[in-house]
């Protein structure tokens, strides 16, 4: 049978009444000696104080008010006790347990919760012991914030961990110096070669043309040059990429990264440093590639044809051209020659220090929006296969509860569904499965996950 | 209505008055007398959030219990029943969270971490009861039930007890902005859920 409306609020409250309904007759008379009675209780006072320790933990009134992020703080608990009976103990580190599980959820749902009993928690707290701190007449025995209780050490040793927490502002602000310092001696270094660069420019016009269009024409160069200039990737310690892994360097790194090795660049890096030790005038013919080339063209001095080194110049130019004919094309085709030829122009007024990967590009594939399921989700699919379900209940004639154990895939289909508990192998079992089988759940990252879901089948 | 809610909410303030000056004075009796006084709402109250009677009962009278650890602490400013319902309610909440981690929540020890579903409170009641309250209302219930803690007290306390938001915002100690929110967000799973399960009856039969 089904409502075809959203409940009211008349039907909401219709069914609590009709729940109060439901109380025992006579299930009250007797209620205030079992509350006297756990009065005298020292047991009761522990799960009280641990109550209480946890109301005190979880958050700052003040910030759940705001909706802020309440960080989940252990309550000050003190190492003192109020009984010395194990059996209080195994409670404390039962409960202890439950909220160390409690923690690893990680869901926004899961977190929102958290919060917000955490903030009614601390409204108990504030409702409960401390309505007026300065009034607050409280039993000698137990001074809330400071709970008498016994906590495993497990559990104590957690409590260092805002100041771990802590402490992750400082590395970042130290990383930031760091990467800010190192960035700014790679300008400078930078800057002190280019202004080598451009006397050696002024001094040669075909070393001059061939950083224009190296600059000029190449995407992936310019992007080397601000991963040079980026202050996150310009820690020198990273500056020499591991020439063992190049395919390990980020896929924008990669350009560069092959360039240290390919013949190209060691094929032109030892006529620059000559053309350097000569007062470098050979920038043009000393480039190689296509581009490069091209630049040389038409420009070389008559000087130029004397010099010894042109010959040397001039085979190692051929046979990079035909290495990289042979070569395969890391980058995207003239524009990646081109970018390693900036590196390399980099690379000889920086003392070959070579751009790091950008940091940017390192960050991978954006995360999917949902980290897992959460109760909200199980409980929508279990609610879209319900009326399934409690045809399985007619079906079968069968009432009482049927416990699911159920797989999601992060497609967000279920993999696999059985019965568990008393119902196993039955037919209601398997009818319930079956239908549990077809729930649908949204997509999700991460691991396939597994669940168990009881279904109350009664009229 | 029950007798109990249909008394005004802030009724017999003045005869409290005594009564919990008697018990910051450690007069048992008198403590009783407001157990005895409030057991039914503050029971009720926990049944609402709990949605079972035993884990209700397990509330209530934790709830009377902090309260005479703590009625020194409490300074007449508000009153009684409140004071009252924000424990119940907070001792609700965190019944309900450590049951959902504990019990309620069944993860396979080799699982991977991350959330759970919830064995929704509508399995803990008995068969008699689903009888006695009959198909629609049980529907309303599970529903309700299956909503977050939070979202479902607020709910209550803002159909069911029908308390104004900004007694609600007192109780829970949060903007009434906030339970005007929650409750809208209630109201709004709710037409979900229901509209999830309208189309899946619809797709399968």
Redesign the interface.
Known sequence: ???????S?R??????????????DG??DD??S???A??DEPE??G??SR??A??SGLSR?GE??L?AAAAPTEANVTPQREENSGLHEIKAL??T???R??Q????E??KE?SL??G??????R???????PA?????AS?R?GRPVMVRPASEVDRRPMPARSSSVPFWVLGGVATAAAAAAVAVFVFGVGREKADQELASSPSKGDVVARATGTQEPASEGALAADDPASGDMKFAQPPPTDPAAAAPGAAPAASATSSPTVAVLAEPEKKAEDRGGDEGGAKGGGGLVGRSGDGKDSAADKNDPARERRDASKESEKESKKAKPQQGKGAAGEGGQDLNDVLDEVTGGIKSPAAPVEQEGPKKPSK??????D???A???????VM?CRDKEQF???V?V?FHVAPSGAVTSAEATGGKAGSSTGACVAAAVKKAKFPPFD???????????L?? | LSKAQSLPYSASMSDDAELIAAAKRGDRKAFSDLVVKYQRRVYLAALHVTGNHSDADDVAQETFVKAYRHIGGFDGRSDIFTWLYRIAVNTSLNHLRSQKRADRLVRDPDGDEGPVGERLDPAQRSPREWVEIGDRLRQVLEQVCELSPVLRVTLVLATVEQLPYKRIAEIMEVPEGTVAWRVNEARRQLRDRMTTEEQAGEETS
Do not use: C, N, W
């Not at chain 1, 049978?1 to 409940?7: E, I, L, R, V």
């Not at chain 1, 009034?135 to 039993?139: F, G, I, Q, V």
């Not at chain 1, 279990?382 to 399934?388: F, P, W």
């Open positions: 049978m089904k409502h075809p409306d959203p409940p609020d039907d909401i409250q219709e069914a609590f009444r009709a729940l109060d309904g439901t109380i025992p299930h009250l209620f205030s079992r509350v006297l756990r009065l009761v006072s799960m009280d109550e209480l946890r109301g009134p759940a008010a909706g039962a409960s347990t439950r909220r599980i409690s690893r959820v990680s869901s749902a899961e919760e917000l009993v903030a009614s928690s601390g409204s108990f504030a409702a409960a012991a401390l309505p007026d009034a607050a007449a409280e039993p137990v809330i980290k897992g399921l959460d109760r909200s199980v409980a929508k279990m609610g879209a296969v319900r009326s399934q045809r009432e009482g509860t416990t154990k991460g691991a396939s996950t597994s669940f168990t879901y009881p279904f109350l009664a009229e």
